[in-house]
T-cell receptor, first 112, second 110 residues
Framework: SQTIHQWPATLVQPVGSPLSLECTVEGTSNPNLYWYRQAAGRGLQLLFYSVGIGQISSEVPQNLSASRPQDRQFILSSKKLLLSDSGFYLC???????????FGQGTRLTVV | GQQLNQSPQSMFIQEGEDVSMNCTSSSIFNTWLWYKQDPGEGPVLLIALYKAGELTSNGRLTAQFGITRKDSFLNISASIPSDVGIYFCAGSDNTDKLIFGTGTRLQVFP
């Protein structure tokens, strides 16, 4: 069966520090991968999605970037965090476009 | 860009009552999904809809894919305390994106 792992679960980082959040999927090949951000009490904002290795589509221009160095690995990064980058970051995968997506447990990032 | 408007924003109901929430889009979608999110966790898929007019049930939950392909609703019958959470609709068109609605926060009182 397929599983998705996301880490760390919580992270407190100072303003201006770099960020690297990792997401890996097991049990499937060539999944679509997604990064979402959720502000407190709000909906899920799509940040990046990828349909294959090295293929990244950005939805919202901002202080973040994403990379997919391997088929089942999706990384969210920042060179210098801002206070506004705080939030709950969720990684998800789907078998193909237009099908159900399955989420990781999320990373709660607090920038101080 | 695409937007999914979900209503109501929040609901406060008594245990045993039925619940209905809906989601509308400014454009046509080919897929509608409904998720539930508990505090501090990732959303969990409840129901997936792939065909206009499709009506699908999952236990006490029923969801429908609107005929216009621009809306969907979710019904919960005989609510129980563990139904508490945030419910999200999500939609996908001919692109690779999966867009989420604004969420409906459900509170159930005994």
């Amino acid at each position: 069966s397929q599983t998705i792992h996301q880490w760390p679960a919580t992270l407190v980082q100072p303003v201006g520090s770099p960020l690297s959040l990792e997401c890996t999927v097991e049990g499937t090949s060539n999944p679509n991968l997604y990064w979402y951000r959720q502000a407190a009490g709000r909906g899920l904002q799509l940040l990046f999605y990828s349909v294959g290795i090295g293929q990244i589509s950005s939805e919202v221009p901002q202080n973040l970037s994403a990379s997919r160095p391997q088929d089942r690995q999706f990384i969210l990064s920042s060179k210098k965090l801002l206070l506004s980058d705080s939030g709950f970051y969720l990684c998800a995968w789907s078998l193909k476009s237009g099908t159900e997506a399955f989420f990781g447990q999320g990373t709660r990032l607090t920038v101080v | 860009g695409q937007q999914l408007n979900q209503s109501p924003q929040s609901m406060f109901i008594q245990e045993g009552e039925d619940v209905s929430m809906n989601c509308t889009s400014s454009s046509i979608f080919n897929t509608w999904l409904w998720y539930k999110q508990d505090p501090g966790e990732g959303p969990v898929l409840l129901i997936a809809l792939y065909k206009a007019g499709e009506l699908t049930s999952n236990g006490r939950l029923t969801a429908q894919f609107g005929i216009t392909r621009k809306d969907s609703f979710l019904n919960i019958s005989a609510s129980i305390p563990s139904d508490v959470g945030i419910y999200f609709c999500a939609g996908s068109d001919n692109t690779d994106k999966l867009i989420f609605g604004t969420g409906t926060r459900l509170q159930v009182f005994p």
